[in-house]
């Protein structure tokens, strides 16, 4: 199922999303039951898709693809490097991303795939990570890669708002594997790679990630990028691919 959230005459709804538009359902699928449909399907003229989370914390995993870490001439990490993104930093599928002129004169982005987190969880196996995730959704991680260059630690590159877009769904029976992850730039391909590359697999992450700190319902995991990464520039349109998934579009504006 795809769930997704929108907003419809200024109210947060609800939703599945199909190949005919938006049918509303009765509750957030965080909730814990099956959700109900609740009234008449919305075409997409009629609404505006939201990010389909509430996370109290967006947790990005750097370095997850051997050859991003080498392109960046770094170390490939031994155990998961993490760092968190600012919930206000989230921004829908066909929101703008905005740069930051003035402030930094690169800004990257980085194709990921995203873990949503379905119920509270903490200290728990990899062989218990399955049944603590909702399902999984795109992202994109936007990074000014000069200021985490100055700064070292990354909290300021990858922590202003409009730098975590996500969405437009997040689909409970998407099982990442060996799929095809890619990013297109104005329609010319950046990055091309597979989910089988990442160093530490999905139930790894969520694992090693719940002894150190609780993961609420909503949160996002973000699972690093593959090679390729490069500049964005006001005026992109950028549109990351997880094949079996979906696409994540978004355009970059001052």
Same mark, same amino acid.
């Given at each position: 199922?795809?769930?997704?959230?929108?907003?419809?005459l200024g109210?947060?709804?609800?939703?599945?999303?199909? *190949?005919?538009?938006?049918?509303?359902?009765?509750?957030?699928?965080?909730?814990?039951?099956?959700?109900?449909?609740?009234?008449?399907?919305?075409?997409?003229?009629?609404?505006? =898709?939201?990010?389909?989370?509430?996370?109290? &914390?967006? =947790?990005? =995993?750097?370095?997850?693809?051997?050859?991003h870490?080498?392109?960046l001439?770094?170390?490939?990490?031994t155990?998961p490097?993490?760092?968190? &993104?600012a919930?206000s930093? @989230?921004?829908?599928?066909?929101?703008?991303?905005?740069?930051?002129?003035?402030?930094?004169?690169l800004v990257?982005f980085?194709?990921?795939?995203?873990?949503?987190?379905? #119920?509270?969880?903490?200290? =728990?196996?990899?062989a218990?990570?399955?049944a603590a995730?909702?399902?999984?959704?795109? /992202?994109? *991680?936007?990074?000014a #890669? *000069?200021?985490q260059r100055?700064?070292v630690q990354?909290?300021?590159?990858?922590g202003?708002?409009?730098?975590?877009?996500v969405?437009?769904?997040?689909?409970?029976?998407f099982?990442?594997?060996?799929?095809?992850?890619?990013?297109?730039?104005?329609? /010319?391909?950046?990055q091309?790679?597979?989910?089988?590359?990442?160093?530490f697999?999905?139930p790894?992450?969520?694992?090693?990630?719940?002894?150190m700190?609780?993961?609420?319902?909503?949160?996002?995991?973000?699972?690093?990028?593959?090679?390729?990464?490069?500049? @964005?520039v006001?005026?992109? #349109? /950028?549109?990351?691919?997880?094949?079996?998934l979906?696409?994540?579009?978004n355009?970059?504006?001052?």
């Amino acid at each position: 199922m795809r769930y997704c959230r929108f907003t419809l005459l200024g109210k947060h709804r609800w939703g599945i999303h199909t *190949d005919d538009g938006v049918q509303p359902i009765d509750e957030s699928p965080y909730d814990g039951g099956v959700p109900k449909a609740a009234g008449e399907l919305l075409p997409f003229e009629a609404i505006q =898709i939201e990010v389909p989370a509430h996370p109290t &914390k967006v =947790i990005g =995993i750097g370095r997850n693809y051997a050859d991003h870490a080498k392109e960046l001439g770094n170390e490939v990490p031994t155990e998961p490097l993490i760092f968190l &993104k600012a919930p206000s930093s @989230l921004l829908p599928h066909e929101g703008v991303i905005r740069y930051p002129v003035g402030i930094s004169e690169l800004v990257h982005f980085e194709a990921e795939l995203g873990i949503v987190i379905g #119920r509270t969880t903490r200290n =728990i196996s990899e062989a218990e990570a399955e049944a603590a995730i909702l399902g999984y959704t795109l /992202v994109n *991680d936007v990074t000014a #890669r *000069d200021l985490q260059r100055r700064d070292v630690q990354f909290t300021r590159a990858k922590g202003f708002d409009t730098f975590c877009p996500v969405g437009p769904w997040v689909d409970t029976d998407f099982r990442p594997a060996d799929q095809r992850i890619s990013l297109t730039v104005n329609g /010319v391909i950046k990055q091309d790679a597979t989910l089988g590359q990442m160093i530490f697999k999905v139930p790894f992450l969520v694992s090693w990630l719940s002894r150190m700190m609780t993961l609420e319902r909503g949160d996002i995991i973000a699972t690093g990028t593959p090679a390729g990464v490069g500049p @964005l520039v006001p005026g992109d #349109r /950028v549109e990351v691919t997880i094949d079996g998934l979906g696409s994540l579009k978004n355009t970059v504006a001052v």
